[in-house]
């Protein structure tokens, strides 16, 4: 982790059988999410990583050993890259038991070692005492916690995650955040993590990659790419709602912004220019104004709405709202307990302020072709 | 020799030779990704559409010592290979490609990608990840192809006529026998053979069956 130099370098170009130009860098101990739509290339950079895809152009280095470079020619089948995988299914051997799956991965320690080292990966993963089950007597979390072990007892120099977590049920999944956080403790490979979860995201990853058709669009820090993308285009990829148009007018100190029928006060952004723009609303920079009585924040950017739609969903009530100046609408949650507290239901009037610091903006959205 | 040893024995040979080649080609078949793998693929199924009859023919030419591979072969073997139990073997063998590759095919198709995969990334050869991860997943189809085979090759009439002849001892086989008493009308003895291929071919079948539901059930 102290290591400056990233410790795995991917840089991957195709054309054929589908485009593919990812970059990107992970240190030793961070976890990198590899994000992005169904079809995105998400798992192909993985195979890449491990040796189970040929890309006609790249280079693939880890630990400044080059796993694959086709400026001359070198490429390291999967026996010998160490990396550890895990497959999205788990591809456990399904004809051996627990222990000799794991034993498996094991081939570069002494036989006589590996049976006291098997044990040693099931105790880390929290499957001592299941070592004789074979996969098929296994759930789906225990399946997942062999492929793990399996991933981690080939001490690899890459730890590779595909869609772990896509085939449990969500309280398995939670378990199973809390142990893969607890075991990244304890590793200072780099990792990285496919998922199109983006609460997953945020839960386990240090860092990001979004990929859409082929191609990387943004990598930065978990926080910095979710709060600011450099697009709307990645905003919406990232699962953002509250994506508007808006004027961008600076001086020489302060910026302002109209959108949604009112005028914001957005301070100085340099890498703008005066004119149209696009304005990502985070939903936690919405504040709700209380019925009873003022609110705190509420002469801070206010804005007039309409609820259109209320959706309990557990604690929370998911709410729409049809803003009065321009119709347009936008969407945040509240507690179900404020919501009755201020009598909050579909077609009631309902002011809001949106705080300064959750306006993002950005260039003005591409024009799409009819 | 027998009849019914002579086809036993022949049955024997046709197996043991037959299921490493049927191993080889129905994994090639599975996971091979080459030019003319739709042709091989013809050639291997042909025997399964092509009368027995018409690849008799061809056999005999190819093995008659009038030409060049027949030459090769009748020095190769101390003789000329037509109408010799070495001819019924080659026959055998060729008549029963599909029996062996098709059952050993589906077995390896039937293993997921990802798991010959894992066991790449895992440091496993191409070798070991045959015989340590491939090989016990495709057992049953392995035992099938033996089965199919074993019990085709006793039944095995067309080609075995064509190729070797009618000769007591040598190239007489059990189907060739029955043909034989039907035709001097001594139903008794042709009964009897023919309950005993039917019946052999019938426990044949139920074995791969039960080795079948067993081995769904253990996975």
């Known amino acids: ?56 152009e790249g280079v693939v280095r880890c630990n400044n050993r080059y796993w694959q470079n086709t400026r001359d020619n070198t490429f390291t089948p999967p ?41 040693q990966w099931l105790q880390l993963t929290n499957m001592e005492g299941l070592h004789q089950y074979r996969p098929d007597q296994l759930s789906g979390g225990q399946r997942q916690r062999v492929a793990l072990a399996r991933a981690l007892a080939r001490e690899p120099d890459v730890l590779l995650l595909d869609e772990p977590f896509s085939a449990v049920d969500q309280l398995t999944r939670e378990k199973l955040y809390r142990e893969l956080a607890l075991i990244r403790t304890k590793l200072d490979v780099p990792m990285m993590l496919v998922t199109h979860d983006m609460r997953e995201v945020q839960q386990l990853a240090d860092s990001i990659c979004l990929i859409h058709h082929g191609t990387t669009l943004q990598s930065g820090q978990v926080n910095q790419v979710v709060r600011k993308p450099d697009s709307p ?123 300064s610091e959750g306006i993002h903006l950005m260039p003005a959205d591409e024009i799409r072709n009819p | 020799m027998s009849p019914f040893w002579l086809s036993l024995k022949l049955a024997l040979w046709t197996t043991v030779l037959l ?19 739709v042709w091989l693929e013809a050639f291997v199924y042909l ?43 080659l026959a055998s063998l060729i008549v029963n490609l599909p029996f062996a590759v098709q059952p050993s095919q589906l077995a390896f198709a039937a293993i997921a990608q990802d798991t010959r995969e894992a066991a790449w990334v895992s440091g496993l050869s191409s070798w070991s990840t045959f015989y340590r991860i491939e090989l ?27 190729v070797g002849g009618n000769i007591a001892g040598e190239t007489r086989t059990l189907s060739i026998a029955i043909y034989d008493s039907v035709q001097s009308f001594n139903m008794g003895s042709a009964g009897a053979m023919t309950l005993g291929l039917l019946l052999f071919s019938l426990v044949a079948l139920v074995i791969v069956r039960i080795a079948g539901i067993q081995h769904s059930r253990e996975r």
């Open chain 1, 1 to 56: 982790m102290n290591d400056k130099h990233p410790s795995l370098e991917v840089q991957l170009n195709q054309s054929e059988p589908f485009r593919l130009n990812v970059s990107l860098q992970c240190r030793g101990g961070e976890l990198l999410a590899l994000t992005g739509p169904s079809g995105s290339g998400k798992t192909t950079v993985l195979r890449a990583i491990a040796g189970l895809h040929r890309t006609t």
């Open chain 1, 79 to 119: 026996q010998h890259r160490r990396v550890g995988l895990v497959f999205q299914h788990y591809a456990l051997f399904p004809h051996l038991n627990v222990l000799n799956n794991i034993m498996t991965a094991m081939s570069h320690i002494s036989r006589a070692q590996r049976a006291n080292k098997a044990m």
């Open chain 1, 233 to 355: 285009r990645i905003a919406r990829l990232l699962g953002h709602k509250n994506i508007y148009t808006g004027i961008y007018t600076s001086s020489a100190a302060n910026g302002r912004l109209s959108a949604l029928g009112t005028e914001f006060d957005v301070g100085h952004n340099a890498d703008l220019e005066n004119g149209p723009v696009s304005v990502l609303i985070e939903p936690s920079a919405i504040i709700m104004h209380r019925t009873d009585r003022p609110s705190k924040g509420e002469r801070e950017n206010p804005v007039k709405t309409c609820v259109s739609e209320a959706i309990e969903m557990g604690d929370d009530l998911m709410l729409k709202l049809i803003i009065k100046a321009t119709g347009e609408s936008i969407a945040f949650s509240i507690s179900r307990h404020v919501a009755a507290r201020n009598r909050v239901s579909t077609g009631n009037q309902l002011g809001i302020s949106v705080l």
């Open chain 2, 19 to 37: 299921i490493p080649i049927g191993l080889v080609m129905g994994r090639v078949l599975a996971y091979g990704k080459f030019k003319g793998r």
């Open chain 2, 47 to 89: 025997p399964l559409v092509l009368p027995p009859t018409v690849l008799g023919y061809y056999l005999l030419v190819v093995l008659s010592p009038n030409n060049k591979i027949g030459k090769t072969l009748a020095t190769l073997f101390d003789g000329p290979l037509v109408f010799s139990f070495e001819a019924l073997v």
């Open chain 2, 136 to 162: 016990p997943q495709c057992w049953l189809g392995v035992l099938c192809a033996a089965t199919l085979t074993f019990a085709h090759t006793l039944g095995e009439f067309g080609v075995v006529l064509m």
